[in-house]
């Protein structure tokens, strides 16, 4: 549960019990807890802006949200520092206190973005980020970066095991290029 003075914390008191009112929001904020864990994430320290839309209904506050923030590590292939921007957007229902189980609720006077907030940002990270889509990676023999090095690239990179196919030439059938009779009676 974030801390009351967390920037994923906001104060719905003016909202609570009028179905009908609304009230947007801006925050930007430093993300206090690191976001992420994998070759990128948005870290602890960085700047994430967050875009609220409050609004009452009768259930609880319906809240949808727009968050920018920059991810920060390394390409998966060729390990050149990058930054990636993420752009997440969500809605959920926190719903009043009921006898009924909502996954989240109304807390008091305030509702929690927290947990929204870090799903979507973290699914939103890509598993193997690339500086570019066409980057070419590292050389496996040297290490040296393929983009840097075009000799290295223009070696052949052949698994051995198939050399022995290497000289080996497909037939050609005459009678491929025309249609079969069972495909022309279909016709």
């Not at 994998?38 to 609880?60: A, K, N, Y």
């Not at 193997?128 to 970066?145: A, I, K, S, Y």
């Not at 196919?165 to 016709?187: H, I, N, V, Y």
């Amino acid at each position: 549960m974030a801390s009351t003075s967390s920037p994923y914390r906001i104060d719905i008191r003016d909202l609570i019990g009028r179905p009908g009112q609304m009230r947007e929001q801006r925050i930007e904020a430093s993300v206090p807890e690191a976001l992420g864990e994998g070759l990128v994430s948005v870290g602890e320290g960085d700047p994430i802006e967050i875009d609220v839309r409050l609004e009452s209904v009768h259930e609880g506050i319906l809240a949808s949200a727009e968050v920018d923030a920059t991810a920060n590590g390394q390409c998966g292939r060729c390990l050149r520092d990058i930054a990636l921007p993420v752009e997440v957007e969500f809605q959920e229902l926190f719903a009043y206190h009921s006898g009924e189980a909502f996954e989240y609720e109304v807390q008091d006077d305030h509702v929690d973005l927290e947990p929204l907030i870090r799903d979507a940002v973290v699914l939103a990270l890509p598993f193997q980020p690339v500086c570019r889509p066409d980057c070419p990676g590292l050389d496996p023999e040297t290490g040296l970066r393929l983009e840097e090095h075009p000799e290295l690239a223009a070696r052949e990179q052949r698994d051995p095991r198939w050399d022995a196919l290497a000289d080996f030439e497909a037939s050609t059938d005459p009678g491929s290029d025309t249609s079969s009779d069972a495909d022309q009676q279909r016709d």
